[in-house]
């Protein structure tokens, strides 16, 4: 599913902790090969909740203050298809290790 349908990515995910995107995270978009597309929190709720169009969701839950799961729902079945801890004592972005830890995941 995650080959086929896009994958709509909060903008926040990609953020550095300034607000602005690094060359790491624009490097980590380039390495994953699927379908996806970057939104704000206003236009992923167009597309979720108003147009019912979007399937593929990715999004942080909080275990604890310094820990988090990277997450991806299927909206439509609503199930957890893929969840890897991200460490957000130092980050709070996705990096191209999480995206390359999906890719494998995936394949």
Known sequence: LIKEDTL???YYMIQS???ST???NEESMKTYPYKFKICTVDELNN???IQKRGRLLADYISL???DRMFVIYDTKDGIELYSQPVNSSKL???T???FKDLIKEVK
């Open 96 to 98: 191209m290790k999480d």
């Open 8 to 10: 709509y990515i909060p």
């Open 22 to 24: 690094t060359n790491t």
């Open 64 to 66: 604890n203050p310094k």
């Open 47 to 49: 597309i979720f909740m």
């Open 17 to 19: 902790g300034l607000g």
């Open 92 to 94: 709070s972005y996705l």
